[in-house]
């Protein structure tokens, strides 16, 4: 890709797992808002997809973009838990009869800090509460530095299907420089504990743009974790917002790759894991062809959610946890982030929403395009309004299209192979909060490559 197209539109830029984007999340949307929108669910609205979020890790990665706290004590974490069982109730009752459940999804933090009678306790309120199936899904986000048998273990027994592993890179200066030391022995070690336990649907995270990281050490990364056979892998780029999370300050001083730096090593990794028998799934993700993902993929039926590209197909999430964020027919509703002020309103009997957004038609007729965009690389926009509902839009479009960076066939606006690491740029001009180029600075958001 030329250094004009990622100087032109490199630039940040949402990542689009939901729209609107929780930049434009606003307060003043509170308990009586989310508890109004869950007791209006019918059962046309289909199965629900849960997010619980376990705001706990032992130590601190320095490239951390997450919602977490450091602690080495378990009593924050067991008080945390039984908070979680209460929202549980609390959002239970406030949904009226208990809706089916697609999926659930543990995400952190660490959520395999839990202890295992806790994760255990936790899976069998959610039983209690919402009606699962056999098609249920549930997958959980794990660091394998503490991964230990019992949780897996308790993990299989709660009916997890998919775990997810935090690799990063495995060169030891690169994990030296983030703070996170881990050997590929420890990752090769919780995979083979998942695999023992019964748990064989395996994804691992990698990452690239990571201080001192090259395209030789992305390279080797992918070529050691090939050997674990994973079925999905998230190739995600390193987002330095120390304005944001001020820790990764702590990365200023050492040299990282610059933009064209960046899409080499994403270039790279990307064509090794095509060579590896890998098909690429949207903008970071890979994933064997035999996997439900690619059949998603073929169908049409791919999405886009919080976790990144999921088969799952509810319309519904209901997010627990400090931070955590549902989504309803009518709108986004986040939960207070930091968990003091979570754990207070959860004490008080209440549920713990301090801001969202509602949404309207030309919301959900935009999030489709978007969505559209960010899983197929094309979108017809008759599906969705038609052009004349667009004009601005493909106004802006000609010129990128100028550019090769998308291609307009009629109603059909499609973002061809090449321009695949910027697609999120294409997406961005049917996102009507952003405020136009070059009139008031953008919202901070991470670049596009
Ligand atoms: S384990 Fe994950 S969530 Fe915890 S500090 Fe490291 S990167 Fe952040």
Redesign the pocket.
Known sequence: MSRHLLETYGGPVPRYTSYPTAPHFRDGIGPADYAGGLAGLAPADGPVSIYLHIPY?????T????T?K?TRRYAPIAAYVDDLRAEIDLVAAASGNPPAVSHVHFG???PNILGAGDFRAVMEHLHAAFRFGPQTETAV?I?P?VLSHDMAEAMAAGGVTRVSI?V?DLNERVQRAIN?AQPFTVVRRAVDLLRAVGIDRINLDLMYGLPLQTVDHVLRTVDRTAELEAQRIALFGYAHVPWMKSHQRLLDGLPRADAQGRFDQAAAAALRLVCNGYRRVGLDHFALPDDSLCQALDAGRLRRNFQGYTTDTANVLLGLGASAIGELPGGYFQNAPDTGTYRRRIAAGQLATVKGIPIDADDHRRRAVIERLMCDMTVDLDRFGGTASFTAELARLHDMAADGLVRVDGAVVTVPEDARPLMRAVAAVFDAYLPAPGTVPQARHSQAV
């Open positions: 890790c032992r130590e601190l990665c490239y951390c973009g997450c977490t450091i952190g933090g660490t986000e660091d530095r935090g990063q996170r």
